[in-house]
């Protein structure tokens, strides 16, 4: 099993026919992920790799019914729009790329969303893959390429990619890895996305990319504590070495009254057994060790 997309995953890409969109639309058909149509309002009759674009959610809808998933690549002023044409029209996974949306947007939508019943990723967030079966995200196709027993919750970028390559290159393939976004409101945050983990039963080992700001990790320590997620987990925070006052580019790195900074999220996890790693490849060791591999 996997979390979130599997075979069964039929993706719209909103916002098709930008550079963005349409790049990555092609990378996740290499990938094998089954992007069956595309929106761009004004744009509709044509293609962009063989894929068919209409001008509006609902009529790709009417065409493709299989549609299940979105992919959001259009600019941060008309993005809260096509959150909401994709929820208004019972679409279940909304994967959000677009970055640079106004907080009171993303709150807005992100409730509307749960009230719907759509599982929202992101914004600002580069996607979800589970690896040899789908990607609907920006993640390089070249990094996914063994299934396994290792769930990823990231909320920075480039370091899930990395610490996935090493796990990879390690013999340790992922089930599902999910990148959360760094804003500071988000779909789908670190709890919640562990939890779908701990119900997936092919999902052994956890692996939580955190960063200074926020309270996800500090909360996924409770979590733990409750009994509530019992799988194994290695964890690696950026932040380590920011100087005092300082925050990470992500809007979502934000420390406010001592919470959020790397020594409150080290102390809560490792206060209920979590081992945090110095270095993303000495994540590779923990999840060894933990393994018995």
Request: charged fraction near 20%.
């Amino acid at each position: 099993m996997t979390i979130l997309i599997d075979q069964n995953t039929r993706v719209l890409v909103q916002g098709i026919t930008g550079s963005e969109g349409s790049r990555h639309t092609l990378y996740m058909l290499q990938y094998g992920t089954k992007v069956v149509a595309g929106v761009t309002p004004g744009k509709g009759g044509q293609q962009v790799h063989g894929i068919p674009v209409y001008d509006s959610v609902e009529e790709a809808l009417r065409r493709h019914p299989d549609v299940n998933t979105s992919i959001i690549f259009v600019p941060a002023r008309f993005a809260s729009d096509a959150v909401y044409e994709a929820v208004d029209n019972g679409i279940r996974l909304v994967v959000i790329i677009t970055e640079h949306i106004p907080i009171h947007d993303a709150i807005r939508f992100v409730n509307y969303a749960k009230y719907k019943g759509t599982v929202i990723i992101g914004p600002n967030c580069p996607g979800v893959v589970s690896p040899t079966i789908s990607k609907v995200g920006i993640l390089p196709n070249s990094v996914y390429t063994r299934k396994g027993p290792v769930g990823i919750i990231s909320r920075s970028g480039t370091l899930t990619y990395e610490i996935s390559y090493h796990l990879t290159q390690a013999g340790f393939g992922q089930s599902t890895v999910v990148g959360i976004g760094g804003d500071p409101i988000v779909g789908t945050d670190m709890v919640e996305a562990a939890l779908m983990f701990e119900n997936d039963p092919e999902t052994k080992y956890l692996v939580v990319i955190g960063e200074i700001g926020g309270d996800q990790e500090e909360r996924l320590a409770n979590l733990v504590r409750e009994g509530k997620i019992t799988k194994p987990i290695a964890a690696f925070i950026a932040g380590r070495t920011a100087p005092p006052g300082k925050r990470l580019g992500h809007a979502g790195a934000i420390i406010s009254m001592g919470v959020g900074t790397y020594e409150s999220k080290v102390k809560a996890l490792e206060s209920v057994g979590i081992r945090v790693a110095k270095t993303p490849l000495e994540v590779v060791k923990i999840i060894r060790e933990i393994s018995g591999r």
